[in-house]
């Protein structure tokens, strides 16, 4: 099941000292099942610049597999965003998760300020001045962006990104397996062939989900959310149930063709490698 696949680690950079701490053994332990690659985000505005460039050569020097840094285009400059891209070549780094970002909440329109208006133009961007020297992967949204006005303009301006020259995409977290078999769907009568890696959320917890959920847009199937409402003040059993339900879906989304998983993280290695032992996955390299 797996030769073929790609599984990857989503990391975020540590934001406290004590996080900061406690990633060295997170990564380690991650490390251990050799996915593809570990992916790292980078904070609105490039908030987190440092942060991510750091844990990026973290994971490099320490684990020997390949990281790929996200990179957000939202309110930066083209001489900015050059400066970035520059230090990742020199620095090795071959794989970039190209976003426009998050705008901030006052926004009134899905048109990010700056000299980057939305993905579309930073993948180009990257494509012009570094032609084939970094693989890029863009978001996609089977349940559409939240910004979004209906789903069949979101899944055109998906299509922009690929033919601005996305080698693969990464979803954004979902609950239902049906919306990914739908995205592909259309991703097929839409002549695109990119692989398109379903973006895996481990459930911790009932108000933390319900949360990640409402923040992304993502529909979490109404038996789920009770029964993880009922089960919050018991953990072991809302994990057990947790398991079960995303260890489903993945093998759902495995068996009907998708290409891959990647997990986010939360920077925890427990809920992601339980995932990984409970669909029985093996080592990746
Ligand atoms: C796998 C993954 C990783 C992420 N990592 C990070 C991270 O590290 N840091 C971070 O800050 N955020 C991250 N995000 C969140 C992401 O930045 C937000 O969802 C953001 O709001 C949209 O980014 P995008 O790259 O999908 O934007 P885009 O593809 O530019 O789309 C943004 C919105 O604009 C619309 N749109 C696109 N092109 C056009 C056009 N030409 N004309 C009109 N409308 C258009 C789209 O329909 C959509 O509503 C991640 C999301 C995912 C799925």
Redesign the pocket.
């Known amino acids: 099941m797996t030769a073929n696949h790609s599984f990857s680690f ?1 990391l ?1 950079p540590p934001r406290t000292p004590e996080a900061a701490a406690k990633l060295p053994g997170v990564i380690e332990r991650l490390a251990e099942v050799r996915p593809n690659f570990f ?7 490039g908030s ?1 610049q440092e942060g ?1 460039y750091e844990t990026i050569m973290s994971v490099v020097r320490n684990t020997g597999i390949e990281a790929a840094p ?5 309110g930066s400059t083209r001489a900015h965003i050059a400066e970035v891209l520059k230090r990742y070549a020199d620095a090795g780094v071959r794989r970039i ?7 901030p909440a006052t926004a009134m ?4 300020p700056g000299e980057f ?6 993948v180009s961007f990257i494509r012009k001045e570094y032609g084939d020297a970094f693989r890029i ?5 089977p349940e ?6 209906k789903p069949g ?2 899944f ?3 299509r ?2 690929v033919e601005a020259g996305a080698d693969a ?5 979902f609950y239902n397996a049906d919306a990914y078999f739908d995205f592909m769907e259309r991703c097929e009568k839409a002549g695109i062939k990119i692989p398109v890696v379903p ?1 895996i959320m481990p459930i911790t917890g009932y108000a933390n989900t319900m949360r990640f959920c409402s923040g ?1 847009g993502a529909d979490m199937p109404r038996w789920v959310r009770l029964r993880l409402e009922e089960l919050q003040d018991d953990k072991p059993a809302l994990h057990d149930f947790g398991l079960s339900v995303v260890t489903r879906l993945c093998q759902t989304l495995l068996r009907g063709g998708a290409p891959g998983l ?1 997990f ?1 993280t939360i920077n925890q290695s427990g809920p992601t490698l339980r995932l990984w032992e409970s669909l029985g996955l093996a080592a990746q390299k």
């Not at 208006?117 to 930073?122: C, G, I, M, T």
């Open positions: 989503e975020g992916s790292v985000t980078y904070g609105a505005g987190t991510t996200h990179l957000t285009c939202v998760v190209a976003l426009r970002g998050d705008l329109s899905a048109s990010a208006h939305y993905a579309s133009d930073l992967e863009v978001a996609a949204y559409m962006h939240p910004q979004a006005n303009d979101d055109e301006y998906f922009l990104k995409a990464l979803t954004q977290l973006g992304c990647h986010y």
